[in-house]
């Protein structure tokens, strides 16, 4: 469970998070607004890229600001970034080493790379090279590093951008599986109204730093604010 | 065939570590085939520049470390070839212990020193990391320029002040040319050995995540910091250890031999060699000694070599990033590709 209390990020001039207060309990929650509504913001706010000027973050009753991104990686907080970030001359298997290198225990190193390359589908694969993985192999790594560690929390920024529609509902499937199966609850951002309907239990809906609404997805959907600024509807 | 059965094969049962031993192989392999080429082939005067070749190897291995791995311009690395050189030469002349322990002290001051000159790295990258070293680069210039090497003398400063200068003897073990050859080959295939393993493990993973971008490495679990002042310290003590080399090939080192164009040729020709391969190293420092010894040897003006290494630069960032090294090993993996096709 992630309780956010009166959270406030200023950058200058500009403060795209501002006063926002938010508790967000389901398994698989979702994250939307329109472009520059401060998505990616409050994910460096939950992984500590980005210090907020005031406000109080909760993870599972455990305080998360007061914690360097470091710590919040090895307490189980895990993120994808909203570009792909593969390193291209490490294989598959060696970008999922390359984290498990540091949050799991050397001997259980190989059984967790083993255990993230097949949940993701990628077992054929784990000897090529990141530069010759397609787009939604890089995805698939990319989750393929979250799982990794006994994760606790895994935050996903637009995880199936540029992918297709089939390729985007394999991704959904896997996302889905993740809280049962390693017990983490996920917060995903997309920008795809329909992924997020049959992906997550939950939506919060950011607006200009604002909170929009934040509820059950299909009710939070209806939401007429919601339609209007996120929709485009009248 | 049962889900179980499709993991088992997606997944074939290996030793990932076997693996990596095999990769590690190929370092010494190499450099005990190219020892015992040279040692049986070359003249005094060719063994000479092929012992500077090799020791020198051992430095850009280290700027392969920062450049290669953590995407870092050190433009200083010749700089920390002399401070090596530089205690070795001292500490020899003052207590006269065995070659190793002034090696060893002189990597292990390097080391340090290294570490020192990565302190901008923690907040620069790029062009502006590139100008504070070569900055860094020309200091050292300056105080070897007025505080002279110690080339033998007595005192602290060791100056030969007309007296006769005494020479660095030699390890006990290798005291001929051809031995110290040898000799230098070994110290220096450790070195790349473990410039390898590093690459090859948890270290090297942690380069690269850093070079991809540091958030997207203290997202990945990284301790940026520690991982990248490990970097500078090994690249420098790596520099130490060519510097002693150096210096134990003749028996004393030029202080003018250690100024800030050195450093910025030494980087040229890091990228020339290759700085994703192993054995680009080994092949920057073939260009960088061999081919001046090559064109003295021919009785042709060594400052050619400048304008040689000029167009050499130039073709390797228009065409071949990877360096020569680079393309070596893609000829290798097309040849196996090809008789892999055969088969
Ligand atoms: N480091 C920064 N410095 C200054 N302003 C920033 C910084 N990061 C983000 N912003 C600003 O904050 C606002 C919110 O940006 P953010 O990236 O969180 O939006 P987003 O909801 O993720 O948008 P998108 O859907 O385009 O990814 C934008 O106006 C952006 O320009
Ligand atoms: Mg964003």
Request: hydrophobic letters at 50%; glycine letters at 12%.
């Given at each position: ?152 929390l895994i935050l996903l920024d637009e995880p199936a951008a540029g992918l297709t529609e089939e390729e985007g509902n394999t991704l959904r499937e896997l996302i889905l599986r993740v809280p049962a199966e390693f017990g983490a609850q996920v917060l995903v951002i997309d920008h795809d109204v329909e992924l997020i309907r049959a992906m997550c239990k939950e939506t919060i809906v950011l607006d200009y730093g604002k909170l929009l609404a934040i509820g059950p997805t299909g009710t939070v959907l ?13 | ?83 090596g050189g530089w205690v070795t030469l001292r500490i020899g002349h003052a207590f006269h212990p065995p070659f190793e322990v002034s090696m060893l002290a002189g990597g292990i001051v390097a080391s340090f020193v290294g570490l020192v000159f990565g302190i901008p790295a923690l907040r620069l990258r790029g062009l502006y990391l590139a100008l504070v070293t070569l900055m860094l680069a020309g200091a050292f210039q300056i105080v070897i320029s007025a505080w002279g090497f110690p080339d033998g ?191």
């Amino acid at each position: 469970m992630i309780v956010i209390e009166d959270v406030m990020v200023q950058f200058g001039g500009v403060r795209p998070i501002n006063g926002l207060t938010a508790t967000l309990t389901a398994p698989v929650a979702g994250l939307i607004g329109p472009n520059g509504a401060g998505k990616t913001t409050l994910l460096n706010v939950l992984s500590g890229f980005v210090t907020p000027v005031r406000g109080n973050v909760m993870l599972g009753g455990q305080p998360l600001l007061a914690m360097t991104p470091l710590q919040r990686v090895r307490h189980g907080l895990r993120r994808s970034f909203q570009t792909e970030q593969v390193v291209e001359d490490l294989t598959v298997r060696g970008n999922l080493k390359a984290i498990a290198d540091h949050v799991v225990a050397a001997p259980d190193r190989h059984e967790a790379i083993d255990e993230a390359l097949t949940f993701v589908g990628l077992g054929a694969l784990g000897d090529r090279l990141g530069q010759s993985l397609n787009l939604f192999e890089r995805r698939l790594v990319e989750l393929g590093k979250c799982i990794i560690g006994k994760p606790k929390l895994i935050l996903l920024d637009e995880p199936a951008a540029g992918l297709t529609e089939e390729e985007g509902n394999t991704l959904r499937e896997l996302i889905l599986r993740v809280p049962a199966e390693f017990g983490a609850q996920v917060l995903v951002i997309d920008h795809d109204v329909e992924l997020i309907r049959a992906m997550c239990k939950e939506t919060i809906v950011l607006d200009y730093g604002k909170l929009l609404a934040i509820g059950p997805t299909g009710t939070v959907l209806a939401h007429p604010d919601v339609r209007r600024a996120y929709l485009g509807e009248l | 065939m049962s889900a179980s059965e499709q993991t088992a094969q997606a997944l074939p049962a290996r030793a990932p570590a076997s693996k990596t031993l095999k990769q590690l192989l190929h370092v010494p392999l190499t450099m005990a085939v190219f020892a015992l080429v040279v040692a049986s082939l070359a003249n005094s005067f060719w063994l000479s520049a092929a012992t500077s070749t090799v020791a020198l190897s051992l430095s850009v291995a280290g700027l392969a470390i920062l450049y290669g791995q953590l995407g870092l311009v050190s433009l200083c690395q010749f700089a920390l070839v002399g401070v090596g050189g530089w205690v070795t030469l001292r500490i020899g002349h003052a207590f006269h212990p065995p070659f190793e322990v002034s090696m060893l002290a002189g990597g292990i001051v390097a080391s340090f020193v290294g570490l020192v000159f990565g302190i901008p790295a923690l907040r620069l990258r790029g062009l502006y990391l590139a100008l504070v070293t070569l900055m860094l680069a020309g200091a050292f210039q300056i105080v070897i320029s007025a505080w002279g090497f110690p080339d033998g003398g007595p005192g602290f400063l060791g100056r030969a002040d007309g007296s006769g200068r005494a020479m660095l003897p030699r390890p006990d073990l290798a005291d001929g040319a051809v031995a110290y050859f040898l000799y230098v080959c070994a110290v220096t295939g450790i070195g790349l050995l473990v410039a390898q393993w590093h690459k090859l493990s948890r270290p090297g993973r942690a380069w690269t995540l850093i070079r991809k971008g540091e958030t997207v490495a203290v997202a990945s679990g990284v301790d940026v910091l520690t991982y990248k002042a490990w970097a500078f310290a090994l690249s420098g003590f790596l520099a130490g250890i060519a510097g002693a080399l150096l210096a134990g090939n003749v028996g004393q080192l030029d202080g003018r031999a250690f100024g800030a164009f050195e450093s910025l040729n030494l980087f040229a020709l890091a990228i020339v060699g290759g700085v994703f391969n192993w054995y680009g190293a080994l092949i920057a420092g073939l260009l960088l000694r061999a081919i001046p010894a090559l064109l003295t040897d021919l009785g042709m003006d060594g400052y050619m070599t400048i304008g040689i290494f000029g167009v050499a630069l130039f073709h390797a960032l228009a065409t071949a990033p990877s360096g020569i090294a680079g393309q070596i090993a893609a000829l290798a993996s097309r040849l196996r590709r090809a008789a892999g096709r055969e088969q």
